[in-house]
């Protein structure tokens, strides 16, 4: 049986899409299988049940229905749509899916490379925003692990450490290395954004953090070593980690074209805002981290980051440049956003 149902991509957003998925039954199992794109929903406001959900509607037929995306020539609202774009991409989209969004929904061909200078851009200056914030309610206990996935023939690993009492990442490292120094990286990172030392830094057995705690932390803090990080000072289950690194594979989509440092870096910076600032997080009451980590938080949304704040999206126009695909040959238009000259 086909449904047709309704996706708010990115959470929160405002922007809902209808795709067409299957029911499959294995076992006692049922799994939905998203079978092709539809285009923007206009069902969206009548099928979200009490807990904010999409319904999914019955379709009699697959080809009986057909949407048309609204053909805008100029962006009326530049700011949402870039911040759109930016949402899904660390959401887990690739530059290509993000492409076809737009050219379905916008009837926009723009080129993959205008997305991924977005993505450069905004990064930067979500960087820059964000940089001097400090999380003012850090819990006593953090929580390190590390993460490697394989990025063009090459091993890449990624160190994280969390607080668990707000599920606030302080500090992500990509490296080539399992090093000692590696973790001792990590730890002066977090202490740095914490503003302070933690009583308790919970690892699992890897040798590199017993020199990376003590040399950063020494006798200010007690360092346990254990799996699968079940032994914090309360007894509770460290599930937060677990939910945490579910969301890796996002990661994994959002680097999965590139292999030097300094793009992975620029990533790692921008996937770690989008989840300590953006990302709804289930363990602290369905708000993002840097919300319960603080009463005050220099942006809550990419739409934040694109225009700055005093000024409105009225503040700036598109300006889409015709020119042809060097993979394809067709014409293509690249879109950028520019500050409109105030006069007087």
């Known amino acids: 049986m086909t449904f047709i149902r309704a996706k708010e991509i990115p959470p929160r957003s405002g922007n809902w899409y209808d795709y067409e998925v299957e029911t499959i039954h294995k076992g006692n199992k049922v799994i939905q299988k998203y079978i092709r794109y539809i285009g923007r929903s206009t069902r969206h406001s009548s099928g979200l049940g009490a807990s904010g959900s999409a319904s999914m509607v019955v379709s009699k037929t697959a080809p009986d229905i057909a ?14 749509q870039i911040a759109s774009a930016l949402g899904m991409y660390y959401g887990g989209m690739s530059l290509d899916a993000i492409q076809q969004q737009f050219r379905q929904d916008h009837d926009l061909d ?40 394989k990025l063009e023939g090459k091993t890449v690993y990624f160190w994280d450490i969390i607080d668990s009492k707000t599920n606030f990442i302080l500090a992500t490292h990509p490296s080539f290395s399992r090093s000692g120094g590696d973790a001792h990286i990590l730890m002066r990172l977090a202490r740095i954004k914490a503003g302070r030392y933690p009583k308790v830094v919970v690892t699992d057995k890897l040798n590199s953090y017993i020199m990376g705690v003590g040399d950063e932390f020494g006798c200010r803090t007690v360092h346990r070593r254990g ?31 590139y292999d ?18 953006f ?37 700036y126009q598109v300006r889409l440049t015709r ?10 238009m690249d879109a950028t956003l520019i500050p409109l000259k105030k006069v007087g």
């Open 67 to 80: 949407v048309k995306p609204a053909r805008i020539a100029k962006m009326k609202t530049p700011s949402k």
């Open 110 to 149: 723009m080129s993959e490379s205008n997305y991924w200078n977005w993505v450069k851009r905004f990064t930067k200056q979500a960087i820059a925003q964000t940089k001097k914030f400090k999380p003012e309610n850090i819990g006593d206990t953090w929580i390190a692990d590390e993460t490697y996935m």
């Open 227 to 257: 799996g699968p990080f079940k032994t914090v000072s309360s007894g509770e289950s460290t599930a937060e980690i677990e939910r945490f690194h579910r969301t890796l594979e996002q990661r994994t989509k959002v680097f999965q074209k």
């Open 260 to 277: 030097d440092m300094e793009t992975i870096k620029l990533l790692t910076s921008g996937w770690l805002i989008n989840y300590n600032f």
């Open 279 to 315: 990302k709804q997080n289930e363990g602290c009451g369905n708000i993002p981290p840097a919300q319960a980590a603080s009463k005050v938080v220099p942006c809550k949304d990419w739409n934040d980051i694109v225009i700055p704040e005093g000024e409105t999206d009225k503040d």
């Open 323 to 332: 020119r042809k695909s060097v993979k394809k040959g067709k014409p293509v």
